[in-house]
């Protein structure tokens, strides 16, 4: 069973709409979270890290909050664009170096 | 600066062959880690390798290997190619070992196995 898990899947949003994807984890002990962002056919781009005792981090119109006590994190997406069509992967970090990895959820954006 | 750079882009080879991917990390960076991506197993880690040397290794058979050179640059092996080995390779940089810093990826090599 994976020690990461994101939901959805899969979502479909209207251009401008914002939308949340999920990831918990049961991975211990815990480091660090990342979300990354892939475009289809290219390499996963870092969006956010945080650490155990950060809360939220934006970065643009993306916004992930941390709550280490229930081990779930969210990414919130603002006024989606086209452009936010991609798969967003959860990435949390044991300390002992061990990388966990969500399946991701694949974000459709429609105009 | 450049970023990580994976050649070649796409491969298609037969079963029971072999095949080699390159992947130059940025300048300065040391790790570099390996990683199989398929659709039904998501990110899966195959190795690192730091100053030449590999210092973490996933659950992966042993037709899986790889080298670092001293500029960093590093190859990963696949022998005896099956079919199930069809995927999106991703090879990432860092400036440390264990990606402390974080990793940046690479655009990936898709190897197809007919």
């Known amino acids: 069973k994976n020690q990461v898990e994101q939901s959805p899947q899969s979502l479909i949003i209207l251009e401008g709409k914002n939308c949340t994807l999920q990831?918990?984890?049961?991975?211990?002990?815990?480091?660090?979270l990342r979300w990354y962002k892939q475009d289809t056919g290219r390499g996963p781009v870092s969006l956010t890290i945080?650490?155990?005792?950060?809360n939220t981090k934006s970065n643009g119109r993306y916004t992930a909050t941390l709550d280490a006590d229930t081990k779930q994190s969210s990414l919130h997406i603002t006024a989606s664009q086209l452009s936010d069509s991609a798969s967003y992967i959860c990435?949390?970090?044991?300390?002992?170096?061990?990388?966990?990895f969500g399946a991701g959820t694949t974000v459709t954006v429609r105009a | 600066k450049a970023g990580v750079t994976q050649t070649p882009r796409y491969l298609i080879k037969t079963r029971g062959q072999q095949v080699t991917l390159s992947c130059s990390p940025i300048s300065g960076h040391r790790s570099v880690s390996w990683y199989q991506q398929t659709p039904g197993q998501g990110l899966q880690f195959l190795f690192e390798y730091f100053s030449e040397t590999q210092r973490n290794k996933g659950n992966f058979p042993g037709r899986f290997s790889g080298r670092q050179f001293s500029n960093s640059r590093s190859e990963m092996n696949v022998s005896t190619l099956e079919l199930g080995d069809s995927a999106l390779y991703l090879c990432?940089?860092?400036?440390?070992?264990?990606?402390?810093?974080?990793?940046?990826f690479g655009s990936g090599t898709r190897l197809t196995v007919v």
């Open positions: 990831c918990n984890y049961t991975v211990s002990p815990f480091s660090n």
């Open positions: 990435v949390v970090r044991v300390n002992d170096y061990k990388l966990s």
């Open positions: 945080m650490t155990f005792s950060e």
């Open positions: 990432a940089s860092s400036p440390f070992v264990q990606g402390e810093y974080g990793y940046t």
